[in-house]
């Protein structure tokens, strides 16, 4: 259990407190085996949420980050030892060194916090789950864990951790590759429209045999490891299965869309062809052989590798829903949204709700700040007072 988790239950559960939400009505005491049976469903609901929504994961994987790429990067930067990155002035290195200190107060911090979270876990999720039970029946508590369960909001938090991983996904080394590289293409003066033999302004000779041989295969690579082709296919077939069928249309409008992906998919097509049998000549009169090998060796890198991977994982992602799963999805928020207009509450209900849940963050809150050492506290709020107080280099 992750310290957004709190965040996370705190927005599930607050909702109830929204016009909007099944979560709102008042209910009548009931008996205690029915309302242990609620408190049980409740508490299976936030369970729910927070494995359905990546919530550990995806925490998990930034605090990884911040600790094991980020703080390690930016002290290259100010050591002056970042690929491609002059030392930086005494200013810029001042106000580095002062980011760098509370990003590692914040690191030590959130060890802490962490702790007390995993200790604490049960009594959160208990105590969370008997407020929603004080104020949910357990068919209102039911209607939210279908809505958990339609495979298009499952999808649509399975997308949100593919995209996280395209900023969490990287390691170390991986950013140093990438800060590499680009300083390498920095220092090049690339030209490829005037290294073309025979265009205006190019006295380049055509490349021999060998040199289009190694560029073709660059460009063989490059286009297997990008997964270029799967990429686009699956983005068509979303279009034109998904979107173009499910999205509020007129009959003229979705039939224009249809013709634009149809426009599109021409088009892709004929440049795909006429780019691949021209890119090995360009590629081949655009660069000297060293140049191809860095370049060459770059696609092959695990680095590269990995970015490519992890964009088509971001690709497939968002578009695994089916037209029936936005179907699906769009009717029972539908019928969601009629069940919470039928309720009706008053102000004096809204209040109760409100207070028991500022009383849960409240208590909360305290109590996995008292967890942080008093060092490290201290020493943050030292560090955040000094980046509030210093001038931006210029």
């Not at 951790?161 to 991986?174: E, H, R, V």
């Amino acid at each position: 259990m992750k310290a957004f988790s709190i965040a996370l239950i705190a927005a599930l559960v607050s909702f109830s407190a929204s016009d909007a939400d099944p979560l709102v009505k008042v209910q009548a005491p009931v008996q205690s085996l029915e309302a242990n049976g609620t408190k049980q469903a409740a508490r299976k609901l936030i369970e729910d949420a927070l494995s359905i929504s990546h919530t550990a994961e995806i925490y998990a994987d930034l605090r990884s980050n911040i600790k094991d790429v980020y703080i390690p990067l930016l002290k290259d930067a100010v050591q002056g030892d970042l690929p491609g990155s002059p030392a930086p002035d005494p200013k810029t290195a001042s106000m580095m060194a002062k980011v760098l200190t509370f990003l590692d107060y914040s690191r030590k911090a959130g060890d802490d916090v962490d702790a007390a979270l995993v200790e604490n876990k049960k009594a959160m999720i208990a105590e969370a789950a008997d407020i929603v039970a004080d104020y949910a029946a357990p068919s209102e508590i039911d209607d939210l864990r279908g809505i958990l369960g339609l495979p298009a909001v499952r999808k649509t938090f399975d997308a949100l951790l593919a995209a996280s991983k395209l900023i969490t996904g990287f390691s170390y080394q991986d950013s140093r590759s990438f800060a590499e590289f680009s300083a390498w293409v920095g220092k090049q003066n690339l030209d490829f429209a005037n290294a073309i033999p025979g265009s205006p302004g190019s006295a380049a000779s055509p490349p021999g045999p060998k040199r289009i041989s190694k560029a073709q295969a660059l460009v063989n690579d490059l286009v297997r490891v990008s997964h270029i082709d799967d990429a686009v296919d699956r983005v068509k077939h979303f279009m034109r299965e998904v979107y173009a069928e499910t999205v509020p249309l007129s009959d003229e409008d979705r039939q224009d869309l249809r013709d634009q992906i149809d426009q599109f998919e021409f088009t892709y097509n004929l440049q795909k062809s006429i780019g691949l049998a021209a890119a090995p000549s360009v590629v081949a009169a655009a660069l000297s052989d060293e140049q191809l090998a860095t370049l060459h060796n770059f696609i092959r890198s695990p680095a590269c590798a990995k970015a490519f991977d992890l964009i088509f994982s971001a690709v497939k992602a968002a578009t695994a829903f089916t037209k029936d799963d936005i179907a699906s999805g769009q009717q029972a928020f539908l019928d969601l949204d009629k069940k919470a207009k039928a309720r009706e509450r008053s102000q004096e209900d809204t209040a109760k709700i409100e207070a028991a849940w500022n009383a849960f963050t409240e208590k909360w809150s305290k109590i996995l700040r008292n967890r942080i050492a008093p060092d490290t506290r201290s020493g943050l709020e030292k560090s955040w007072e000094d980046l509030q107080t210093s001038d931006p280099p210029i």
